[in-house]
Nanobody, 121 residues
Framework: QVQLVESGGGLVQPGGSRRLSCAAS????????MGWYRQAPGKQRELVAT???????NQADSVKGRFSISRDNAKNTVYLQMNSLKPEDTAVYYC???????????????WGQGTQVTVSS
């Protein structure tokens, strides 16, 4: 089993910054793609950004130039640096990891519990 712990959410003013973290632990052989999704009230969950084990990044157009995703493989952690935040960025942010399990070498996807980011003055 793999456990994910998210942190970094909270209330931030428009134009402000916030960094989210998601740390994984457990039966991890390797981590393939890591990423962040978000879900605003009344809306479907949407992709924010992903990063592969090779460092390739995919981002939603709505966050390009403002958000950046990174990973620390030694710590099994993925980060989302959010700058120039807007009220429309308000959502619950979920991290996800595609993990190769160390016990059976199967690939599984795991989701974090979600962390609320509220952008408001």
């Amino acid at each position: 089993q793999v456990q994910l712990v998210e942190s970094g959410g909270g209330l931030v003013q428009p134009g402000g910054s916030r960094r989210l973290s998601c740390a994984a632990s457990g039966s991890i052989f390797s981590i393939n793609t890591m990423g962040w999704y978000r879900q605003a009230p009344g809306k479907q969950r949407e992709l924010v950004a992903t990063i592969t084990s090779g460092g390739s990044v995919n981002q939603a157009d709505s966050v390009k130039g403002r958000f950046s995703i990174s990973r620390d493989n030694a710590k099994n952690t993925v980060y989302l640096q959010m700058n120039s935040l807007k009220p429309e960025d308000t959502a619950v942010y979920y991290c996800y990891l595609n993990v190769r399990d160390s016990t059976n070498y199967y690939d599984n996807t795991y989701w974090g519990q979600g962390t609320q980011v509220t952008v408001s003055s």
